[in-house]
């Protein structure tokens, strides 16, 4: 921890500027000012102040200059009542005179939101006197806790009071400015009375009826993403977003120029034309995908099996080499694949043509029996290290002492697996039937799917786009049947994430009293995603979902995510909807889904913390942060303009997902994917999220 002191007794004029205020700053580490309290207080006055110009953040007579004036102390004791917890004018600083004191309320599920951290206070009103704010809410260590100001001023601290005092506080501003604290700031929670045409609601299911949501941005937790972004030892992935009018949106995005960070974790897929393995085939002339074994991280791994680095204790070895043969097993499987693929086509088109080769272990794979596919371990072993010998960076550890048991063993489970009897068709004796939504396409959906999180697609739109083409089904039938939409899973084919900014509608006039045109007040920041993707929607209902598919393509939803949604390109000759009431056939359908693709599965454990975030990101690079419900920061009520009867204010909740590749989907098998891989929504009296179905 940095102290004051410290960077006082900086030489460089230039630096010293620089550093001082920027050790106020919101974004910046906590600085201890014990012993240089007076010190302190000439800095933070300094910065409060924008005219004349500071060449000296330690000028005291220029600090003084602050508190004498009382145009200041009215100012501020004014804009104590837009101090808030939660920022409504972020992302639209056109949303007024509003603001939220809150907690979130009590809960039982793991997720991240800003129940977890400490309280902390912003401010957003009007942009001219955001400096004002600065030397209240400027946080620092003082006697080994954290403080501000305006804590101090409430509490009144005896040594802060003297010291303001000594810059020309009088004793009636003094009572002012705690008057104000006490009035403005209650401590009970404050919440407008009515809803700002300039903020989003959504609306969810809630009991019989629906309840609407104003999202809202924690201070906490922006605060919180500010801090890690700038810490080197942080393990997370973090983007920009570049907001005009910095300060009308708050004193936090002012701090920064603009410039808020945000999570950055997309789902990194790429559908390349160019890189099938119909196009290597015609180029190579080889029937494996040898880069899944030649590839960099692939020799990473198998550098850490040989012992490359080893270490301290048995039970992190363990922990260690088991994650790295999963991370082995799922590269043989993909070397495999195209062998797969092709051995999967031929037998659904009962294609009898030989694919002739002069090594007969891959004809025998192609056209030989399933139970027979295991007796090809050997010759298939050994060309598994003909392939890590003919590459100048694999080489190295082909045939390797050390690594010719494991990548046997893992080759072999591969094989037991494919050499397994299919399982029979079963058709569901019970009401359940699946539909399946194959290459849909959305484009410029959102890709910040929460203030916190650009990424994949927000939970919560997807179970939007489910809920709203279950009601347009439904309405569609003229007949008694009654379909309800139970539960989703999702396969992403290609992303494609754009940084872009939208104007706002035009909403001001150029000149008052007189006839003008009507301005746009602002832009807003964006990031938006082009998606390829497929949903699988489990369904409970009386009748036979086959018998509605006209009813099922005309009530596809037009939006998702903010996006437009569109079908499979007609050129294609897709049938991009097919219903099923047997499991087994739904799982022969999708477990051929290509590898540059993925799917996305609930996880059983989740953070409550950035910490624990950035320990199961670095555990498993497979988990990827989602947004994944609202935590509600007070119970539904009823508000004015509210979409529905009741309403309520939430914040955006974090979690995990796992990014699961085709091949591991068909080797863990039917059960284990009907098992895991739906979501679905869960309500309770403090949260609506959208977690793994149970059922």
């Not at 299911?205 to 922006?222: F, R």
């Not at 919180?224 to 936090?252: C, M, Q, V, W």
């Not at 590839?295 to 070895?317: D, I, P, W, Y």
């Not at 396969?491 to 994430?497: C, G």
Request: charged residues 20%; glycine residues 4%.
């Amino acid at each position: 921890m940095a102290k004051l002191k410290d960077l006082i007794n900086e030489k460089n004029e230039v630096d010293r500027q620089t550093v001082l205020k920027k050790a106020f700053m919101p974004y910046s580490e906590l600085i201890d000012v014990d012993g240089d309290e007076f010190n302190a207080l000439i800095i933070l006055l300094n910065l409060s102040l924008s005219k004349p110009e500071c060449s000296n953040w330690l000028d005291s007579a220029r600090a003084k200059g602050y508190l004498i004036d009382p145009k200041h102390i009215d100012i501020i004791c004014n804009e104590i009542k837009w101090l808030h917890s939660h920022n409504l004018k972020f992302p639209d600083c056109r949303v007024k005179d509003q603001r939220i004191i809150a907690h979130p309320l009590l809960f039982d599920a793991s997720f991240i939101s800003s129940a977890y951290l400490s309280s902390s206070l912003g401010w957003s009103h009007n942009s001219a006197v955001y400096k004002h704010t600065v030397w209240l809410l400027s946080t620092f260590i003082w006697q080994g806790e954290t403080w501000c100001l305006l804590d101090l001023i409430r509490q009144s601290d005896p040594l802060w009071l003297k010291l303001l005092k000594q810059f020309g506080l009088k004793a009636a501003s003094l009572k002012l400015l705690q008057q104000a604290i006490t009035c403005d700031l209650p401590e009970k929670p404050d919440f407008p009375s009515e809803i700002d045409r300039f903020s989003k609601q959504v609306r969810f299911p809630w009991g019989s009826d629906y309840l609407s949501i104003t999202p809202v941005v924690s201070h906490a937790i922006q605060l919180e993403i500010e801090k890690l972004a700038r810490d080197k030892s942080s393990g997370l992935n973090f983007t920009t977003l570049a907001f005009p009018n910095s300060a009308s949106i708050g004193n936090l995005c002012a701090s920064v120029g603009g410039n808020m960070k945000a999570l950055h974790y997309p789902l990194g897929l790429n559908k390349d034309p160019k890189s099938t393995f119909s196009a290597s085939r015609n180029k190579t002339g080889k029937w494996f995908d040898d880069y899944q074994l030649t590839n960099r991280k692939f020799c990473k791994v198998l550098s850490h099996l040989c012992g490359s680095e080893s270490l301290h204790t048995a039970k992190k070895q363990q922990r260690a080499r088991h994650f790295q043969l999963r991370i082995v097993r799922k590269q043989i499987a993909l070397w495999l694949l195209p062998l797969i693929e092709l051995r999967d086509h031929l037998t659904a088109e009962n294609d009898v043509s030989q694919v002739s080769d002069d090594n007969s272990a891959i004809t025998e794979f192609l056209h030989g029996d399933e139970f027979q596919i295991i007796k090809l371990l050997n010759p298939l072993n050994h060309l598994l290290q003909q392939t890590l010998q003919l590459n100048q960076y694999s080489s190295r550890y082909a045939y390797h002492p050390k690594l010719l048991i494991p990548l046997k063993q893992q080759l072999q489970w591969i094989l037991d697996q494919l050499s397994k009897p299919s399982v029979p068709s079963d058709v569901t004796k019970t009401q359940e039937q699946y539909i399946h939504l194959s290459s849909l396409r959305v484009e410029d959906a959102n890709a910040m799917s929460s203030p916190y999180l650009c990424g994949c697609l927000s939970l919560t739109a997807l179970w939007g786009f489910i809920h709203h083409y279950q009601r347009q089904f439904n309405q569609s039938l003229s007949d008694s049947a009654v379909f309800q939409f139970q539960s989703v899973a999702i396969f992403y084919r290609n992303e494609n994430i754009k940084s872009a900014a939208k104007l706002t509608e035009p909403s001001v006039l150029k000149a008052k009293r007189t006839i003008s045109k009507v301005k746009r007040s602002t832009i807003l920041p964006a990031r938006t995603v082009n998606l390829e993707f497929d949903v699988v929607i489990k369904v409970q209902g009386q009748g036979c979902l086959s018998d509605y598919t006209k009813q099922l393509k005309a009530s596809l939803p037009s939006s998702l995510g903010g996006g437009s949604l569109f079908q499979p390109n007609l050129h294609l000759k897709t049938n991009w909807i097919e219903t099923y009431r047997s499991q087994t056939d739904l799982f022969y359908r999708i477990k051929s889904f290509p590898a540059f693709g993925t799917w996305l599965f609930p996880e059983e454990q989740q953070p409550i913390s950035f910490t624990e975030l950035t320990e199961l990101l670095s555990n498993d690079g497979e988990l990827i942060p989602v947004t994944n419900g609202f935590h509600f920061l007070e119970h539904p009520a009823e508000r004015m303009n509210s979409l529905t009867d009741i309403h309520v204010y939430a914040e955006n909740t974090t979690g995990v997902a796992k990014c699961v590749n085709a091949i591991d989907v068909r080797f863990s098998g039917r059960d284990h994917f009907f098992k895991q891989a739906f979501w679905k929504q869960e309500n309770n009296e403090a949260t609506i999220l959208i977690q793994k179905d149970k059922n």
